[in-house]
T-cell receptor, first 116, second 111 residues
């Protein structure tokens, strides 16, 4: 069991649906991330939150909407997705300090999303 | 833009041999580089970090080298076992909170 828990593990949704992915970290970290992983492609960074503040938005379409109510929880709200958005969505966390910006990422096991 | 390249073809080796995976990067001079392991259906797991002033880093059967002149890192698994079969990802921090990844190399260790 990892210190980062993602739910649901699998999700099938139609293009007109609205759904949310949830991530919770039990590691006491202050930074949380959303990555997208498509087959045969590198992980793509989507969003970063540090102490609940969004610090990165990697030109992600507005049909993906992140929410970070506190340092332990991260959501990804989905609406009017396209079939090409089908992928594995990974949440990660890390402990960042001013003098230590090389902290490794701790990943959850992802949500496998299929858009029909 | 920064780019990381890893061998896209799977690596097949016999149990007991040394597996060597390559990571090349361009357009960046990272202070350090990370390696992760990913099993099917699971998230990546951090293995090792090597800093630019470290030529080599070891952890049990794992060894990582970092050549900032060649812009290359090599990842070695000695005395490989079938349980080492997985995808191995190379990653580097590009600034701020951005960590970028290579597409990974799939390793198969045959008994």
């Amino acid at each position: 069991e990892t210190g980062v828990t993602q739910t649901p593990r699998h999700l099938v949704m139609g293009m007109t649906n609205k759904k949310s992915l949830k991530c919770e970290q039990h590691l006491g970290h202050n930074a949380m991330y959303w990555y997208k992983q498509s087959a045969k492609k590198p992980l793509e960074l989507m969003f970063v939150y540090n102490f609940k503040e969004q610090t990165e938005n990697n030109s992600v379409p507005s049909r993906f909407s992140p929410e970070c109510p506190n340092s332990s929880h991260l959501f990804l709200h989905l609406h009017t997705l396209q079939p090409e958005d089908s992928a594995l969505y990974l949440c990660a966390s890390s402990q960042e300090t001013m003098d230590r910006r090389n902290s490794p990422l701790h990943f959850g096991n992802g949500t496998r999303l299929t858009v029909t | 833009s920064q780019k990381i390249e890893q061998n896209s073809e799977a690596l097949n080796i016999q149990e007991g041999k040394t597996a060597t995976l390559t990571c090349n990067y361009t357009n960046y001079s990272p202070a350090y580089l990370q390696w992760y392991r990913q099993d099917p259906g699971r998230g990546p797991v951090f293995l090792l970090l090597i800093r630019e002033n470290e030529k080599e880093k070891r952890k049990e059967r794992l060894k990582v080298t970092f050549d900032t002149t060649l812009k290359q890192s090599l990842f070695h698994i000695t005395a490989s076992q079938p349980a080492d079969s997985a995808t191995y990802l190379c990653a580097l921090r590009t600034g701020g909170f951005k960590t970028i990844f290579g597409a990974g190399t799939r390793l198969f260790v045959k008994a």
